[in-house]
């Protein structure tokens, strides 16, 4: 993976967007830094009696339109860079599609899975303790990310709830259904993925039912995003995860993939398909579409210029360098950009804050429903602006439409003091 600052990345974004928005020079430099970032290290007691010491982050970009909302990723190359980086995306994702959040991300340095589930737990319920006076329904909402899910958040609400002394299930979510999570939050994040690739193909004249795919990364956005666009008549035939990739050219069963995943912890062996890939090939295949659903920076400029994919529709946050992403758009490459594509999950979590405060249930079809139109919506949106400008790239012209509604929050509030 490249050495790119993702933070750099999103600071590029925004200077090539704000070319075609109306914000002034001085404004447009408030909406590229974070307000604050919390640096912390936790102490927690192992198994064996020992302590150890881990690095843990917790950014809040900007609320102007809302509570700071984003996920704790735990992984061992978390750093500041990379959760402000992913702080200022969610940001301008929830302006994107028009949910009424600030931008905010979190994460602890490690590898979960060199730790028991105990040594987990106190591991998150010290993070929590952390957080505490950050956190809460009307100011910052956590959500999973990578290596964290429901079990993480139901520990963070059950810390905060014990420590305030109440109840408040709004405080993070992604939660389990009986902590009060909603139906549809698991699978939010691929469905958007899958939404935006039907109507990527629709406006640029095909049909995402003839088309091919590779997805890169079988995790929880990767794999719900594969089986969905297979249910829409697509051909998935490459898929890979950490450990390599697997391909068969006559598509592969998604679901069987995931079940083997889960069973082995691996897509490599997969006996569904016919060929094992390395994890660049799968990105340089000639399939109609490519969805990034691993990390950040997986495709740089290099990768880029060898992709054969028509269509990319970003399921990772900020899978493209910006040096790729020039590469593509040179190459006319269509690239879906990761702040409409993948904010299904944020769509869904503000559907569980919502139903949270209202103490009600919506039905998976409610929800469903509800996320169609939020999503349909934007691309709309997407796709006016960039035929009414000439924003290079559709990635540009969606940051266009975000900035102008996190500005324009901005200066309906006021400058104060
Ligand atoms: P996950 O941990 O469930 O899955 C990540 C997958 O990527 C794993 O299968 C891992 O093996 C694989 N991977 C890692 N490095 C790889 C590499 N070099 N090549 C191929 N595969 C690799 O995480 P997730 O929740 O699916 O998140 C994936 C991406 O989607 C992240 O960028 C995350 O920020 C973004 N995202 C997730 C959500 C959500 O709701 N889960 C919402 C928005 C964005």
């Known amino acids: 993976m490249s050495e790119v600052n993702p933070f750099e990345s999103l600071q590029e974004q925004i200077d090539d967007a704000a070319a075609f928005v109306a914000v002034p020079d001085d404004a447009l430099e408030r909406l590229k830094r974070p307000e604050r970032v919390l640096e912390t290290t936790l102490s ?65 340095a490690f ?26 329904e009307d ?25 305030e002394n109440t109840t408040a299930p709004g405080v993070v979510t992604g939660k389990a259904i009986e902590s009060g999570g909603s139906e549809g939050r698991v699978e939010a994040t691929g469905r958007s993925v899958a939404i935006v690739a039907r109507e990527a193909f ?32 697509g051909t998935v035939v490459a898929v890979s995860d950490s450990s390599g990739a697997v ?13 083997f995943k889960r069973e082995t912890g691996s897509v490599t062996g997969f006996e569904g398909a016919s060929e094992e890939l390395s994890n660049r090939e799968l990105l340089t295949l000639d399939v109609d579409l490519l969805v990034p659903a691993a990390l950040e920076n997986a495709i740089d400029a290099a990768i880029a210029r060898d992709v054969r994919a028509d269509v990319i529709v970003e399921a990772a946050n900020g899978p493209l360098t910006p040096d790729a992403d020039d590469v593509l758009a040179d190459r006319e490459v ?9 904010a299904g999950g944020v ?11 209202q103490r009600f249930s ?6 469903n429903d509800e996320l169609e139109t939020v999503i349909t919506s934007a691309f709309d949106a997407l796709i006016e602006r960039h035929e009414a400008t000439d924003a290079p790239t559709l990635r540009t012209a969606m940051y266009a439409v975000a900035i102008e509604r996190v500005h324009r929050a901005a200066t309906e509030a006021g400058t104060w003091p």
Not at 205 to 232: H, K, R
Not at 334 to 342: C, E, G, Q, S
Not at 362 to 367: A, G, K, P
């Open 139 to 163: 100011r910052d909402v956590p959500a999973p990310d990578v290596n964290t899910g429901q079990r993480e958040m139901n520990w963070l609400k059950d810390t905060y709830e014990t420590l």
């Open 362 to 367: 919506w039905s998976l079809e409610r929800v």
């Open 202 to 233: 629709d406006y640029l004249g095909g049909d995402i039912a003839d088309a091919t795919v590779a997805v890169q990364g079988y995790g929880n956005a990767g794999s719900v995003a594969a089986e969905l666009i297979a249910q829409q008549g």
């Open 347 to 357: 769509t869904v979590s503000y559907f569980e804050w919502v139903q949270n405060r």
């Open 44 to 108: 927690v007691e192992l198994d064996d009696g020992s302590i150890e010491t881990f690095r843990a982050f917790r950014s809040q970009f900007n609320g102007d339109r809302g509570p700071y909302k984003g996920g704790i990723r735990y992984h061992p190359q978390v750093s500041r860079e990379e959760v402000t980086a992913l702080s200022g995306w969610m940001v301008y994702k929830c302006a994107a599609v028009d949910i009424p959040y600030g931008g905010g991300k979190g994460g602890i």
């Open 111 to 136: 590898d979960p899975s060199d730790y028991s589930d105990s040594e987990v737990e106190r591991i998150t319920r010290a993070f929590a303790t952390e957080l505490r006076p950050l956190i809460g």
């Open 247 to 259: 391909y068969d050219s006559s598509g592969i069963d998604t679901s069987a993939a995931k079940s």
């Open 334 to 342: 269509a690239v879906f950009p990761d702040i409409l594509a993948n």
